[in-house]
Protein backbone atom coordinates (compact mmCIF):
# COMPACT_ATOMS: atom_id res chain seq x y z
CA UNK A 1 0.00 0.00 0.00
CA UNK A 2 1.44 2.72 -1.02
CA UNK A 3 1.95 6.38 1.61
CA UNK A 4 -1.11 8.09 -0.28
CA UNK A 5 -3.13 5.01 0.26
CA UNK A 6 -2.49 4.88 3.86
CA UNK A 7 -3.63 8.61 4.53
CA UNK A 8 -6.89 7.84 2.66
CA UNK A 9 -7.75 4.75 4.68
CA UNK A 10 -7.21 6.35 8.22
CA UNK A 11 -9.93 8.38 8.51
CA UNK A 12 -10.26 11.84 10.43
CA UNK A 13 -7.66 12.23 13.40
CA UNK A 14 -8.61 13.12 16.90
CA UNK A 15 -8.49 17.18 16.04
CA UNK A 16 -10.56 16.85 12.76
CA UNK A 17 -13.23 15.60 14.53
CA UNK A 18 -12.81 17.90 17.52
CA UNK A 19 -12.71 21.16 15.39
CA UNK A 20 -15.53 19.67 13.53
CA UNK A 21 -17.83 19.01 16.62
CA UNK A 22 -16.70 22.51 17.85
CA UNK A 23 -18.12 23.88 14.26
CA UNK A 24 -21.38 21.88 14.69
CA UNK A 25 -21.55 23.28 18.62
CA UNK A 26 -21.41 26.93 17.55
CA UNK A 27 -24.00 26.36 15.05
CA UNK A 28 -26.17 24.56 17.13
CA UNK A 29 -25.81 27.05 19.53
CA UNK A 30 -26.84 30.23 17.00
CA UNK A 31 -30.02 28.70 16.31
CA UNK A 32 -30.77 27.20 19.30
CA UNK A 33 -30.46 31.19 19.92
CA UNK A 34 -32.32 32.30 16.64
CA UNK A 35 -35.02 29.53 17.90
CA UNK A 36 -35.42 30.94 21.23
CA UNK A 37 -35.58 34.64 20.11
CA UNK A 38 -38.22 33.97 17.49
CA UNK A 39 -40.45 32.03 19.84
CA UNK A 40 -40.33 34.52 22.26
CA UNK A 41 -41.36 37.22 20.04
CA UNK A 42 -44.24 34.93 18.59
CA UNK A 43 -45.75 34.34 22.72
CA UNK A 44 -45.12 38.29 22.95
CA UNK A 45 -47.29 38.83 19.81
CA UNK A 46 -49.96 36.45 21.09
CA UNK A 47 -49.95 38.03 24.58
CA UNK A 48 -50.31 41.69 22.62
CA UNK A 49 -53.31 40.45 20.55
CA UNK A 50 -54.82 38.73 23.63
CA UNK A 51 -54.63 41.92 25.66
CA UNK A 52 -56.24 43.67 22.90
CA UNK A 53 -58.94 41.05 22.84
CA UNK A 54 -59.76 41.20 26.21
CA UNK A 55 -59.32 45.45 25.98
CA UNK A 56 -62.53 44.77 23.71
CA UNK A 57 -64.48 42.38 25.52
CA UNK A 58 -64.55 44.32 28.78
CA UNK A 59 -65.59 47.24 26.51
CA UNK A 60 -68.70 45.44 25.51
CA UNK A 61 -69.21 44.26 29.20
CA UNK A 62 -69.15 47.85 29.93
CA UNK A 63 -71.41 48.67 26.95
CA UNK A 64 -74.18 45.92 28.62
CA UNK A 65 -73.71 46.28 32.00
CA UNK A 66 -72.69 50.34 33.02
CA UNK A 67 -69.82 48.64 35.27
CA UNK A 68 -66.86 47.06 35.06
CA UNK A 69 -66.34 43.41 36.54
CA UNK A 70 -64.73 42.25 39.32
CA UNK A 71 -61.75 40.17 39.20
CA UNK A 72 -61.67 36.21 38.99
CA UNK A 73 -59.46 34.49 41.85
CA UNK A 74 -56.14 34.43 39.77
CA UNK A 75 -55.10 31.29 42.29
CA UNK A 76 -57.83 28.45 41.69
CA UNK A 77 -57.32 25.39 40.21
CA UNK A 78 -58.77 24.09 36.43
CA UNK A 79 -62.29 22.55 38.27
CA UNK A 80 -63.37 24.92 40.83
CA UNK A 81 -66.89 25.69 40.56
CA UNK A 82 -65.69 29.50 40.70
CA UNK A 83 -63.05 29.08 38.11
CA UNK A 84 -62.66 32.23 35.61
CA UNK A 85 -66.14 33.96 37.23
CA UNK A 86 -65.78 37.59 38.67
CA UNK A 87 -66.18 37.36 42.45
CA UNK A 88 -68.58 40.18 43.63
CA UNK A 89 -70.60 40.91 46.50
CA UNK A 90 -74.53 41.48 45.93
CA UNK A 91 -73.67 45.10 47.08
CA UNK A 92 -71.22 45.61 43.95
CA UNK A 93 -67.67 45.28 46.12
CA UNK A 94 -65.56 42.64 44.73
CA UNK A 95 -65.14 39.95 47.11
CA UNK A 96 -63.03 38.78 50.38
CA UNK A 97 -61.55 35.28 50.29
CA UNK A 98 -59.94 33.84 53.27
CA UNK A 99 -58.71 37.57 54.41
CA UNK A 100 -57.70 38.36 51.06
CA UNK A 101 -59.36 40.57 48.88
CA UNK A 102 -60.18 39.02 45.66
CA UNK A 103 -58.15 42.54 43.75
CA UNK A 104 -55.32 41.33 44.96
CA UNK A 105 -54.93 38.73 43.38
CA UNK A 106 -57.58 38.95 40.56
CA UNK A 107 -57.51 37.69 36.77
CA UNK A 108 -59.30 38.49 33.91
CA UNK A 109 -62.56 36.81 34.54
CA UNK A 110 -63.10 35.12 31.37
CA UNK A 111 -66.53 33.17 32.16
CA UNK A 112 -68.14 36.31 33.11
CA UNK A 113 -67.07 37.89 30.13
CA UNK A 114 -68.39 35.31 27.52
CA UNK A 115 -64.56 34.04 27.06
CA UNK A 116 -62.50 30.66 26.70
CA UNK A 117 -60.12 30.74 29.53
CA UNK A 118 -57.22 30.25 26.48
CA UNK A 119 -58.42 33.81 25.38
CA UNK A 120 -57.46 34.76 28.97
CA UNK A 121 -53.97 33.58 29.20
CA UNK A 122 -50.90 35.11 27.35
CA UNK A 123 -48.59 33.54 24.88
CA UNK A 124 -46.36 31.78 27.91
CA UNK A 125 -49.55 29.93 29.69
CA UNK A 126 -49.85 32.54 32.32
CA UNK A 127 -53.76 34.11 33.23
CA UNK A 128 -53.56 37.77 32.34
CA UNK A 129 -53.94 39.91 35.42
CA UNK A 130 -56.41 42.66 35.99
CA UNK A 131 -57.05 45.13 38.26
CA UNK A 132 -60.13 47.86 38.93
CA UNK A 133 -61.28 50.00 41.47
CA UNK A 134 -63.71 48.01 43.23
CA UNK A 135 -67.04 49.28 44.38
CA UNK A 136 -67.55 50.53 48.56
CA UNK A 137 -70.74 49.92 50.30
CA UNK A 138 -71.75 53.46 51.31
CA UNK A 139 -71.10 56.99 49.29
CA UNK A 140 -68.61 58.46 48.27
CA UNK A 141 -68.49 55.37 45.83
CA UNK A 142 -65.28 56.33 43.74
CA UNK A 143 -65.19 52.18 42.41
CA UNK A 144 -66.14 51.02 39.21
CA UNK A 145 -68.00 47.60 40.16
CA UNK A 146 -71.38 49.07 41.32
CA UNK A 147 -74.33 49.11 38.94
CA UNK A 148 -73.90 52.06 36.77
CA UNK A 149 -70.78 53.17 38.40
CA UNK A 150 -69.91 53.81 34.48
CA UNK A 151 -73.01 55.54 32.77
CA UNK A 152 -71.87 58.96 32.08
CA UNK A 153 -74.53 59.68 29.46
CA UNK A 154 -76.39 61.88 31.95
CA UNK A 155 -73.51 64.55 32.14
CA UNK A 156 -72.46 67.29 29.76
CA UNK A 157 -69.91 68.92 28.95
CA UNK A 158 -71.61 72.36 29.50
CA UNK A 159 -72.08 71.41 33.07
CA UNK A 160 -70.63 72.35 36.22
CA UNK A 161 -72.05 70.21 39.02
CA UNK A 162 -70.45 67.44 40.69
CA UNK A 163 -70.75 64.02 41.11
CA UNK A 164 -74.10 62.77 42.76
CA UNK A 165 -74.38 60.28 45.89
CA UNK A 166 -77.45 57.94 44.22
CA UNK A 167 -78.51 54.13 44.81
CA UNK A 168 -78.97 52.11 41.52
CA UNK A 169 -80.76 48.31 42.23
CA UNK A 170 -79.39 48.98 46.43
CA UNK A 171 -76.03 49.95 45.31
CA UNK A 172 -74.38 53.38 46.24
CA UNK A 173 -73.03 54.94 43.33
CA UNK A 174 -71.46 58.12 42.19
CA UNK A 175 -72.76 59.37 38.47
CA UNK A 176 -74.25 62.48 37.12
CA UNK A 177 -76.03 64.45 38.50
CA UNK A 178 -79.90 64.94 38.37
CA UNK A 179 -81.62 67.19 36.37
CA UNK A 180 -79.46 67.78 33.59
CA UNK A 181 -81.20 69.53 30.64
CA UNK A 182 -80.02 72.48 27.82
CA UNK A 183 -82.11 74.22 29.96
CA UNK A 184 -80.29 73.81 32.80
CA UNK A 185 -77.12 73.00 32.32
CA UNK A 186 -76.08 74.32 35.94
CA UNK A 187 -77.23 70.95 37.20
CA UNK A 188 -75.20 69.10 34.84
CA UNK A 189 -72.16 67.22 35.92
CA UNK A 190 -69.54 67.68 33.56
CA UNK A 191 -66.87 65.16 32.20
CA UNK A 192 -64.11 66.15 34.28
CA UNK A 193 -66.05 66.43 37.53
CA UNK A 194 -67.38 63.00 36.35
CA UNK A 195 -63.48 61.34 36.03
CA UNK A 196 -61.39 63.58 39.01
CA UNK A 197 -60.11 61.66 41.22
CA UNK A 198 -60.86 58.35 39.93
CA UNK A 199 -59.21 55.38 38.60
CA UNK A 200 -55.66 53.80 39.09
CA UNK A 201 -52.35 55.26 39.01
CA UNK A 202 -49.39 53.76 36.48
CA UNK A 203 -45.66 55.40 36.60
CA UNK A 204 -42.80 54.51 33.93
CA UNK A 205 -40.72 53.87 36.73
CA UNK A 206 -40.66 52.92 40.51
CA UNK A 207 -41.49 56.26 42.98
CA UNK A 208 -40.02 58.54 43.48
CA UNK A 209 -38.34 58.49 40.07
CA UNK A 210 -41.28 57.25 37.76
CA UNK A 211 -43.28 59.78 35.62
CA UNK A 212 -46.71 59.37 36.31
CA UNK A 213 -48.25 58.47 33.23
CA UNK A 214 -52.06 57.26 34.85
CA UNK A 215 -53.43 60.05 37.62
CA UNK A 216 -56.39 60.06 39.41
CA UNK A 217 -55.86 63.74 40.52
CA UNK A 218 -54.96 65.19 37.02
CA UNK A 219 -58.18 63.32 35.45
CA UNK A 220 -56.11 60.41 34.09
CA UNK A 221 -56.61 57.91 36.69
CA UNK A 222 -56.51 54.26 34.52
CA UNK A 223 -60.17 52.31 34.55
CA UNK A 224 -58.35 49.38 34.74
CA UNK A 225 -54.90 47.83 34.65
CA UNK A 226 -54.32 44.13 32.28
CA UNK A 227 -51.13 42.76 33.11
CA UNK A 228 -49.50 39.57 31.08
CA UNK A 229 -45.82 39.10 33.39
CA UNK A 230 -43.96 38.30 30.49
CA UNK A 231 -41.98 35.34 29.76
CA UNK A 232 -40.27 35.26 32.71
CA UNK A 233 -43.92 34.92 34.16
CA UNK A 234 -42.64 36.31 37.89
CA UNK A 235 -46.33 37.38 39.62
CA UNK A 236 -48.34 35.97 37.24
CA UNK A 237 -50.88 32.79 38.02
CA UNK A 238 -50.21 29.50 35.70
CA UNK A 239 -52.99 28.08 34.09
CA UNK A 240 -53.58 25.77 37.12
CA UNK A 241 -53.45 28.54 39.70
CA UNK A 242 -50.10 28.28 41.02
CA UNK A 243 -48.24 31.67 41.89
CA UNK A 244 -45.29 31.66 39.47
CA UNK A 245 -41.51 33.31 41.46
CA UNK A 246 -40.24 34.44 38.08
CA UNK A 247 -37.14 32.58 35.83
CA UNK A 248 -35.27 34.90 36.24
CA UNK A 249 -36.56 36.83 39.30
CA UNK A 250 -38.51 40.43 39.11
CA UNK A 251 -36.49 43.22 38.67
CA UNK A 252 -37.65 46.31 40.77
CA UNK A 253 -39.55 47.76 37.84
CA UNK A 254 -42.03 44.32 37.49
CA UNK A 255 -42.47 44.00 41.14
CA UNK A 256 -45.41 46.43 41.80
CA UNK A 257 -47.25 44.92 39.18
CA UNK A 258 -46.67 41.14 40.44
CA UNK A 259 -50.11 39.20 42.19
CA UNK A 260 -50.75 39.05 46.33
CA UNK A 261 -50.09 42.62 47.04
CA UNK A 262 -52.84 45.30 48.09
CA UNK A 263 -53.71 48.13 44.91
CA UNK A 264 -50.73 50.26 44.99
CA UNK A 265 -51.64 54.06 46.58
CA UNK A 266 -49.79 57.28 45.27
CA UNK A 267 -46.54 57.97 45.68
CA UNK A 268 -46.50 53.78 44.60
CA UNK A 269 -48.03 52.47 40.92
CA UNK A 270 -48.42 49.97 38.45
CA UNK A 271 -45.61 50.35 36.63
CA UNK A 272 -45.78 50.59 32.39
CA UNK A 273 -41.86 50.73 31.16
CA UNK A 274 -40.15 50.31 27.91
CA UNK A 275 -39.42 46.37 26.69
CA UNK A 276 -35.97 45.32 28.93
CA UNK A 277 -35.08 41.46 28.66
CA UNK A 278 -32.05 41.92 30.68
CA UNK A 279 -31.42 40.69 34.13
CA UNK A 280 -31.49 42.29 36.99
CA UNK A 281 -33.52 45.33 38.59
CA UNK A 282 -33.59 46.83 35.13
CA UNK A 283 -35.66 43.81 33.39
CA UNK A 284 -39.25 44.36 32.30
CA UNK A 285 -40.82 42.01 30.44
CA UNK A 286 -44.59 43.10 31.49
CA UNK A 287 -47.50 43.99 28.80
CA UNK A 288 -50.02 46.82 30.18
CA UNK A 289 -52.93 47.90 28.85
CA UNK A 290 -53.95 50.90 31.26
CA UNK A 291 -57.04 52.92 29.36
CA UNK A 292 -58.25 56.29 30.55
CA UNK A 293 -61.55 56.14 32.28
CA UNK A 294 -62.84 58.79 29.55
CA UNK A 295 -61.11 55.83 26.72
CA UNK A 296 -63.82 52.90 28.04
CA UNK A 297 -66.52 55.56 28.49
CA UNK A 298 -66.30 56.44 24.99
CA UNK A 299 -65.67 52.77 23.85
CA UNK A 300 -68.74 51.67 25.43
CA UNK A 301 -71.07 54.15 24.32
CA UNK A 302 -71.34 55.85 27.86
CA UNK A 303 -69.90 58.79 27.49
CA UNK A 304 -71.00 62.23 28.25
CA UNK A 305 -73.68 63.75 26.13
CA UNK A 306 -72.43 66.40 23.74
CA UNK A 307 -74.99 69.52 23.43
Not at 32 to 47: D, I, M
Not at 150 to 157: E, K, R, V, W, Y
Not at 169 to 193: D, F, H, I, K, M
Not at 196 to 210: E, F, K, N, W
Request: proline content about 6%; glycine content about 12%.
Amino acid sequence: MTTESRRKSRGFSLVEIAIVLAILGFVLTIGLQATGAYLSHERRKVSLARVAGLDAALANFVAVQGRLPCPADGALPPGDANLGLERRAADGTCLVVAGIPIMNRGVVPWVTLGLTEAEALDGWNTRISYRTITAVAAPPNLGFTSNRALDATGCDPGGAAARAAVTVGGQSVETCAAGCTLATLANCTSPANFVTGRGLSVRSDVAPLGILLMDPAALTGAAYVLISHGENRGGGYDSIGTLQAGTPANGALEAPNANNQALPVLPAAFIDAPFNDSDGAARFDDIVSRPTLMTLLVKAGLAPRAH
